[in-house]
Structure formats: C-alpha cells, structure tokens
C-alpha cells in the first residue's frame, strides 16, 4: 500500500520559514519524481515545485522561485519543501505527490497523492 504523509503545517507570520515533509512508503522512492502542489480555498491545485527522482533537476511556481526550495533525501524516502519569506497568499493546503515517469508540473502527471496539511500565514 503506497502512502505519502504530510507534516509540518502550520499557522506562522508573515516573513517566517517553514520546512513541510512528505515521507513514503510503500514504493521505491528512488524511482519517483516528488512534486508539491498547494490548494487554497476556492481555488484550484496548483503546482508549486517538482524535483527529479536524483535530486539533479528541480522546477518551481514563478510564485515561489526563490523563497521555497525542494531537497529530498532518497535515504530517508522523504521530500521536503522548505518556505521562506512566507507571504499571506501562500496560505493553502500543501499536497505532496509522487511521479513514476518524470517530474512535472502538471497534476494529472502525478500516481500517488498525500492527504495534505495546512499552511495559514497570517499578514
């Protein structure tokens, strides 16, 4: 069974970091792209940042190019997105999701999905 758990969520202030992780089982993480993705309320999922199954390449949202960043660690079968700079319209639900063909920024591309957790950044 293939599950992908969230955490690291959160209520901060506007300015602050936050790191969020995305740990997997249930396959063989290595093989994976690993993508975030965010939904904020009446909005659609958006793509927020995708990193090869290496860690070699990685890909960001115009929006947080340069304030998020996405390292994963293949020993520990674990992704993670670390914030910076947070800002009020990054409040949203953040969805980590695994990929066995590439790394895209595009939702449909994605096999497996996380449940979620909530990032609020209040102004």
């Known amino acids: 069974q293939v599950q992908l758990v969230e955490s690291g969520g959160g209520l901060v202030q506007a300015g602050d970091s936050l790191r969020l992780s995305c740990a997997a089982s249930?396959?063989?993480?290595?093989?994976?792209?690993m993508g975030w993705f965010r939904q904020a309320p009446g909005k659609d999922r958006e793509f927020v940042a995708a990193?090869?199954?290496?860690?070699?390449?990685?890909s960001y949202a115009d929006s947080v190019n340069g304030r998020f960043t996405i390292p994963r660690d293949n020993d520990k079968n674990t992704v993670y997105l670390q914030m910076n700079n947070l800002k009020p319209e990054d409040t949203a639900v953040y969805y980590c999701?695994?990929?066995?063909?590439?790394?895209?920024?595009?939702?449909?591309?994605?096999?497996?999905w996380g449940q979620g957790t909530q990032v609020t950044v209040s102004s």
């Open positions: 999701a695994a990929d066995r063909d590439t790394y895209s920024r595009n939702s449909r591309d994605y096999d497996y």
């Open positions: 249930g396959i063989i993480f290595s093989n994976y792209g």
């Open positions: 990193i090869k199954w290496s860690g070699s390449i990685t």
